[in-house]
Structure formats: C-alpha cells, structure tokens
C-alpha cells in the first residue's frame, strides 16, 4: 500500500493498494493525488526509499510545481506522521483481523480509509475526522 497524507487535516488524500511495492504502485498513488487536487503546491515530505529518489519521481514533483523534503539518512522526522499512520492502520484495522485472500484485504484497507477519513474523530483536529474538519477550514477562508 502507497498512500499520501494531508498534514493539515491529517488525512489520506490518496491511496494505491498493490502486490508490489514498486515505483508504479507511488506512482499511482501520486498521480491520483495530482489528479485529485491539481492547483495544490505543497511541500512532499517523504522517506528515502528508492521509489521517491527516483529520477522518475522527481521528475513528477516538478511537473506539479511541489518540492520534496526527506530527513538525512537515519533521521525519519519528515516521514514521521506517515509512519504514525502506518501505525493506527495495523493496530486498528490489520492485527485484529485475519484476511482470507488479498481481495478481503484490500476491502478491508478501503473501508478503513473511509472510516479514518470520515468519521475517526482525532484529538489534533480538536475531537474532529479530517474530512470534518477540512470542511470547517474550507468554510472559514
């Protein structure tokens, strides 16, 4: 699974389930994103995985005007809130389940994306799910 966070409302803008951890599979995911919302020019943090070093990549980043932040080797402070989500997803959705088969994992995935966007109310967004509070901030400017 690829997937892009939204550090302003903490939620997940796009995402791409795959058999394969490869340079398609962030590909997708970011072309989904641009795709999604083509006027946004935000800063992409990410780790240092051959996917987002590639000339490829950064080659797409151009493209869409955004610049891209990785912490030095070792230092995984600009991928940091991603990982705290890898986090709440295997906790929340993945250790407590089983999956028969790849299909019923990637509807798991899908609905639990739903929920952490929708209605999985977080204590930063001042007791809010992100689509709840992107609202409010769209409604507010």
């Known amino acids: ?5 939204d550090l302003r409302d903490n939620s997940i803008v796009s995402y791409a389930i795959g058999r394969h951890n490869n340079n398609q599979l962030v590909f997708d995911t ?16 990410s780790d240092r995985g051959y996917q987002y070093t590639s000339k490829l990549f950064k080659t797409k980043l151009g493209q869409a005007g955004m610049k891209q932040s990785m912490s030095r080797v070792g230092c995984c402070i600009d991928n940091g809130p991603m990982e705290g989500f890898w986090g709440i997803i295997k906790s929340e959705m ?10 019923s994992l990637a509807t798991a995935i899908e609905n639990y ?13 001042n007791k809010m799910s992100p689509m709840t509070y992107r609202q409010l901030l769209e409604n507010s400017a």
């Open 1 to 5: 699974m690829s997937a892009i966070l």
């Open 113 to 125: 994306i739903f929920f952490y966007n929708n209605e999985r109310r977080q204590k930063k967004l």
């Open 94 to 103: 993945y250790y407590i389940n089983s999956f028969k088969d790849y299909d």
């Open 30 to 45: 970011f072309d989904k994103a641009a795709a999604k919302y083509p006027n946004a020019r935000p800063l992409f943090h």
